[in-house]
């Protein structure tokens, strides 16, 4: 595509490419393939970004927060298989060296946000989310770690009048997202924020149709437990999107599923139905060596609660 057509995508494609030459090969055949949807997405967040997040010359730090993150989740990757374990065995250690560390997890959530643009499979993960959420019209709306924003914020676009709340236990991740609803240009009272522990959070007693949990079950020390009392926020007609992942090291991931079916058991332990899943691996790898060479396998699903 032409950068004349989407000038506010291609300067961040361009410093990327810049900064960190490695990526240059690599997202140039990935954008390459891209259709036009893929390209008008971008090109409106790149045009947000770039006056919000990434102004008054922020926008050098966001790529060199992108290069960092990338470089770090290689480093993370190749010790995971040395060793078959994430560094990380507590969240209790994420919650002080990460969620706590206001400079680091600033700089984590800006790479984070530039992978839903970069990354084939974030990208992915949101289109999913995206589409999803276009036919459910949803009235209440509720997210658990909403990190970055960007799925709070496509919430709101699409439903300007949606009653939404947002739990996190990151300070820095509630003011992104703030930030994130006021420079898509609608009102941050709104939403409202929590940055508490899930466990602990006052949510209310009224149930949402439409709970997102994206990226989290890999953070927390007892994935069932967690689930199970998400099901107590989605109302009985409801639905939760929910994705994580299977053989991911990260800084702050400390729940290791080692496969999707380990993933499925659990949802369906938990009291949901699967109504629509997909899952990508991050290597071009033959299924059936997934588990054994250890890819990292990006996963997302629709989820109903089970009729009792």
Excluded at 117 to 143: D, G, I, K, T
Excluded at 191 to 217: I, N, R, S, W, Y
């Amino acid at each position: 595509m032409s950068p004349i057509l989407y000038p506010e995508f291609s300067k961040i494609i361009s410093e990327v490419k810049r900064i960190n030459p490695l990526q240059a090969k690599r997202l140039s055949h990935f954008v390459s393939q891209q259709d036009k949807n893929y390209w008008e997405f971008c090109e409106d967040l790149s045009r947000m970004l770039n006056k919000s997040l990434f102004a008054g010359g922020k926008l050098k730090e966001a790529i060199e927060s992108y290069n960092e993150l990338c470089l770090r989740m290689l480093a993370d990757q190749i010790q995971f298989r040395k060793t078959g374990v994430y560094e990380t065995k507590d969240s209790a250690v994420a919650q002080k060296e990460v969620y706590e560390n206001s400079i680091f997890m600033h700089r984590y959530m800006l790479g984070l946000l530039l992978t839903q643009m970069l990354w084939p499979n974030h990208y992915q993960l949101f289109r999913f989310f995206q589409s999803y959420l276009a036919h459910s019209r949803p009235q209440r709306y509720l997210e658990i770690g909403a990190g970055h924003g960007l799925f709070l914020m496509e919430a709101k676009r699409c439903f300007p009048a949606l009653k939404a709340a947002v739990c996190d236990v990151s300070q820095t991740s509630i003011d992104i997202c703030r930030q994130m609803v006021e420079a898509f240009g609608m009102d941050p009272n709104t939403v409202e924020f929590c940055c508490e522990d899930f466990f602990k959070a006052d949510l209310g007693d009224q149930p949402f149709d439409f709970v997102t949990v994206g990226e989290v079950l890999e953070h927390v020390n007892d994935a069932p437990k967690f689930l199970r009392r998400l099901g107590e926020f989605v109302d009985p007609q409801g639905c939760m999107y929910l994705s994580t992942c299977a053989n991911c090291p990260a800084p702050d991931h400390v729940y290791h599923f080692r496969n999707i079916d380990e993933i499925r058991g659990l949802i369906r332990s938990s009291g949901f139905t699967i109504e629509q899943e997909i899952f990508l691996p991050a290597e071009d790898v033959p299924v059936e060596l997934w588990e054994v060479k250890l890819v990292t396998v990006n996963y997302a699903a629709i989820l109903k609660p089970k009729r009792k």
